[in-house]
């Protein structure tokens, strides 16, 4: 991969490489074709401007120019009506304020009393809007020059810290981290990835296992497909890579564990929940792959239990006074459902 990275970059050097007379000569070349392309912007911009006044409809960019232009003055200072709006809210809570553009970010200045009450939580790492005019760094300004809350004096700009997640397991939190601290610098991403960046375990609730690690898979875009010589589109490259990876998992995981056979009982319940309850005889049973499972329902259809049992022991369910019974999952694969 490296290597065939370093041969296209020496391909576009020597397109890239040229004297500054035939950079000029380039430009005045294109300019133009660079000149109508402006024009014809500017008159589609000129008639659909004109054809929304027609229609008296307004888009979602000029809803914020027009809010803009009611609530800040020509020094960026709020006009009379601004400050009306600002003194209808004690408080103010602005969500995702990594994805806030600088026009949204004025109208909440100026509806916050000068950034006096809003509180903003955001998180640059889950910035995806810049094709949208977003721009993270004003969320990053105020993280890097706002003070810890710890520190902070009384109506002083604070921040707080929310990295613990109580989400994910541990291994994603870690790989999560691994991979910022390698890729997010300043240089790339506009911020340094670290501990007070990083993501901190928090779902103690999460049973501890050992077979939830990650995995990092690189799929190259230039894989063929057969005797194609395009290459496959990325998607169907990774959808196919993943079922790949998730069928050897199964193919390894059958030489790893014992094979087991489950069965699907099926228990048809009284219409009266006080008749009696058949007997385990009367069940009906089918083999099944996947995890042991027992459904009761009633000849209506209108009752159903559904339930489930894991290897190696008795797992009892009841309907509160009406029928009990227990799953079995033997170490020889025979799963029985008895004590009904």
Not at 176 to 197: A, K, P, R
């Amino acid at each position: 991969m490296w290597e065939r990275c370093k041969a296209e970059e020496k391909k576009l050097a020597g397109l890239l490489s040229v004297s500054e007379e035939e950079a000029m000569e380039d430009l005045t070349a294109v300019a133009p074709a660079m000149v109508a392309l402006l024009e014809l912007t500017e008159d589609f911009a000129e008639r659909y401007r004109q054809e929304k006044l027609r229609l008296n409809a307004a888009d979602f960019s000029d809803q914020e120019h027009l809010a803009l232009g009611l609530l800040v003055g020509s020094g960026g200072a709020p006009t009379e009506l601004g400050e009306q709006v600002a003194a209808r809210y004690r408080e103010i809570l602005v969500d995702e304020y990594q994805d806030t553009n600088e026009i949204q970010n004025a109208i909440f200045r100026a509806v916050s009393k000068n950034g006096q009450n809003i509180f903003t939580v955001g998180d640059v790492k889950q910035s995806i809007y810049r094709f949208r005019l977003a721009d993270p760094t004003i969320f990053l300004g105020k993280y890097n020059r706002f003070k810890s809350w710890q520190e902070a004096a009384d109506g002083e700009e604070r921040k707080i810290l929310l990295s613990r997640n109580f989400r994910s397991r541990r291994e994603i939190l870690e790989s999560t981290n691994f991979i910022f601290s390698n890729i997010l610098s300043v240089e790339m991403g506009e911020m340094d990835y670290g501990e007070d960046e990083a993501l901190h375990f928090g779902a103690a609730y999460y049973p501890e296992r050992m077979d939830c690690q990650t995995e990092f898979h690189l799929i190259s875009a230039h894989q063929k497909a057969g005797e194609n010589d395009k290459p496959v589109k990325k998607v169907t490259a990774e959808a196919r890579f993943v079922a790949a990876r998730i069928r050897q998992l199964l193919e390894e995981s059958t030489g790893r564990l014992r094979e087991q056979q489950h069965r699907l009982a099926r228990l048809p319940l009284p219409r009266s929940m006080n008749n009696d309850i058949p007997d385990a005889d009367e069940l009906e049973t089918v083999t099944s792959t996947g995890k042991v499972s027992v459904t009761a329902v009633s000849p209506d259809d209108q009752v159903m239990l559904s339930v489930s049992a894991t290897s190696d022991r008795d797992t009892v369910y009841s309907l509160p006074g009406t029928v009990q019974f227990t799953v079995t999952v033997t170490n020889e694969g025979a799963n029985e459902v008895k004590d009904v």
